[in-house]
């Protein structure tokens, strides 16, 4: 008898604007290079809205409770997104995503370590 693992689900996105100063993107399935290649481009579509004055984001908070799992170099991905978004006076801040974070290898975690996180989204937005 052979064993198949459950195929693991794309990685999709959603995007809401809780709060006008607030960008939420949440991501459901696999945090792969592809989708951390998306949210990197949509971190910096969001620092251009601000840039010409349509948009009033002061945070961008990645909701990644729904991720079943995620590569080393997505996170890479994710700390550069992080970099971006300091860099032009913006947080950026991981939601639910301890679970998976602790089965990644040590550097990835040590990037992890070092982003801005929160257990939930109402935790995020109660603090922001």
């Not at 990645?62 to 170099?73: G, I, Q």
């Amino acid at each position: 008898m052979s064993v198949v693992a459950a195929p693991s689900r794309p990685g999709r996105l959603a995007i809401s604007g809780p709060r006008p100063d607030v960008h939420v993107i949440a991501v459901e399935g696999v945090l792969d290079p592809v989708v951390s290649t998306r949210l990197l481009r949509l971190v910096d579509a969001r620092i251009r809205l601000r840039r010409l004055g349509t948009a009033s984001t002061t945070h961008i908070v990645l909701d990644l409770t729904d991720v079943d799992s995620a590569t080393t170099s997505a996170v890479e991905t994710l700390s550069r997104a992080a970099d971006l978004a300091r860099r032009n006076g913006l947080g950026l801040h991981l939601v639910g995503f301890e679970a998976v974070a602790r089965h990644l290898p040590l550097p990835a975690r040590q990037l992890v370590g070092r982003m801005s996180r929160y257990p939930d989204l109402d935790a995020a937005l109660g603090a922001l």
